[in-house]
């Protein structure tokens, strides 16, 4: 038997016990490569469906809430979706109330976020879409406990994956390479973000790389840390303060665990705000609202500054290939990395588990061309939305067709009529959240509210109630 064959060589340092553990019960073995978001919610995924599952991860991983190398991204603001929360409660039932004893700050997303657009807040309500404010390490290892907890899953930390073993026809992955060894199984999945050595190890096999499309974003994102107080932000949770079209900055200021805020100010196309304290106050005073200067202009700064750039978007279309080899998958940022200023890609990374999850229910057959499709829908909606909106700037690179210049100038008129009207707020707040399909927000009941604001503009309407929406 194949895998059996590929493990008799296996010698990974610290691999022995999973090595005996698949010849002696035969069991049907997954790896997944990365052990980060995408990483553990593939592997909490697989674990029902697999003898057992081994997660490869570079960094060794820590026992408590701490940064890591291999996610650097870790330092910034990182805000989970109320479609994601869902997501992952549903992948990991109990999550949110585990989340809530580490001191995650439960959050309505409407009632108690500040989320500034087109010159105004949008309106406030209790929405229902209820979500977490806390830092990544703390979500991040919240799960990766579920997972570890798991008896089928074991983690090989410290362990680089340096390639794939291949079939001699080059029809089927049956394993991988880490330091010279060899590691079989009968499902890979490549959960290694962003910086994916996949398209070029199909090429490596003969196969063609993905298509790639790139949007180039140009952002710079720097990060400090504050002590929060009750008094600050009148004892709302966070403030979302969007770059405009014209004036390139921007940024969020979020409530985490250990009564800290985290802000990350943003800019595009050659702004970044500086790492130094005074000069960081200095650019947030000049961002489109005046909330986050106000703030930390007072407030205790914790720490030092840390800063990173974001080039561009980048989606691989896997489901458009027409050979890929069987055993072989995908996953997370691997596939697409978004512009990380909509907050989508642990979102997404939680919906592509769950479409996982049903692929594997279905059955072994095609299950690459299956699950690339599947994920290439959930990446659809969000893909969309950020780069229609990043197509805002002039300098952003990118096709900009009649529909997306119009349903730019609409989401526009549709924010500022949000300023009062709680129905078209929560038309935004569930497409932002990726719990409804943009094109919700074009509904005609929607859409008659957003004509009549757009044409009516000094109009007072008593404020919409929600039970008005069709949502
Ligand atoms: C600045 C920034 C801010 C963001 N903000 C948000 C946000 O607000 N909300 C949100 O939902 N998402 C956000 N994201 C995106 C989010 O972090 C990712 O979508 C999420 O972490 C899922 O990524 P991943 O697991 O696919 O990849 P990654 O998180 O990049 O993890 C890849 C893992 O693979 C490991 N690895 C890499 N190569 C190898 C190898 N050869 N062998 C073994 N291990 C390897 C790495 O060490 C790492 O642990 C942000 C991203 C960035 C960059």
């Known amino acids: 038997m194949r895998v059996e064959h590929h493990t008799a060589r296996l010698g990974v340092k610290g691999t022995s016990k999973v090595a005996a553990a698949c010849v002696v019960f035969h069991m049907k073995q997954a790896i997944v490569l990365g052990g980060s978001m995408a990483g553990l919610v593939t592997a909490g995924v697989l674990a029902k469906h697999y003898g057992r599952v081994t997660v490869v991860e570079q960094d060794v991983l820590p026992e408590s809430v701490e940064q890591r190398r291999g996610a650097p991204q870790g330092r910034h603001a990182h805000g989970l979706l109320a479609g994601g929360g869902r997501a992952l409660e549903e992948l990991f039932p109990g999550l949110s109330d585990e989340l809530r004893r580490d001191g995650a700050v439960p959050a309505d997303v409407a009632r108690d976020l500040r989320w500034f657009h087109e010159g105004g807040c949008l309106a406030r309500f209790r929405s229902g879409l209820d979500g977490f404010l806390l830092s990544r390490p703390l979500i991040e290892t919240a799960v990766r406990r579920r997972v570890k907890a798991l008896p089928n899953v074991r983690f090989l930390e410290g362990q680089r994956v340096d390639g794939l073993m291949a079939t001699a026809n080059r029809s089927r992955v049956v394993g991988v390479r880490i330091g010279g060894e060899e590691l079989s199984a009968d499902l890979v999945v490549d959960t290694t973000g962003r910086g994916s050595q996949t398209p070029q190890w199909l090429e490596m096999m003969g196969y063609r790389k993905p298509v790639e499309e790139r949007v180039e974003v140009a952002l710079a994102y720097t990060t400090r840390l504050f002590r929060w107080r009750p008094e600050h932000l009148n004892g709302d949770g966070a403030a979302v303060i969007p770059s405009t079209p014209e004036g390139k900055v921007g940024g969020v200021m979020l409530r985490q665990e250990g009564e800290r805020w985290i802000v990350t100010l943003i800019g595009h196309f050659g702004h970044q705000a500086p790492e130094d304290l005074a000069g960081f106050i200095e650019y947030a005073r000049h961002l489109p609202a005046p909330y986050i200067y106000e703030v930390i202009r007072h407030a205790e700064p914790i720490g030092e500054a840390c800063s990173a750039r974001f080039p561009a978007s980048v989606r691989r279309r896997y489901e458009r290939l027409d050979r890929f080899p069987e055993g072989y998958l995908v996953m997370g940022d691997a596939i697409c990395s978004f ?36 994920a290439a829908e959930v990446v659809d909606i969000p893909w969309a939305i950020a780069v229609g909106n990043d197509l805002r700037m002039k300098e952003t690179v990118g096709p900009r067709s ?18 009062e009207d709680a129905v078209l707020s929560m038309a935004f707040h569930q497409v932002a959240n990726l719990l409804a399909p943009p094109q919700s927000v074009m509904a005609p009941g929607i859409a008659w509210r957003v004509a009549r604001h757009a044409l009516f503009p000094r109009q007072r309407r008593e404020p919409a109630k929600l039970s008005e929406a069709s949502l």
């Open 339 to 374: 512009n990380p200023k909509y907050g989508q890609g642990m979102t997404v990374t939680a919906l592509e588990g769950k479409a996982l999850d049903e692929c594997l229910a279905e059955g072994g057959e095609r299950l690459a061309q299956r699950f690339h499709r599947r």
């Open 402 to 419: 009649l529909g997306v210049r119009f349903i730019n100038w609409y989401m526009a008129q549709l924010h500022k009529a949000a300023h």
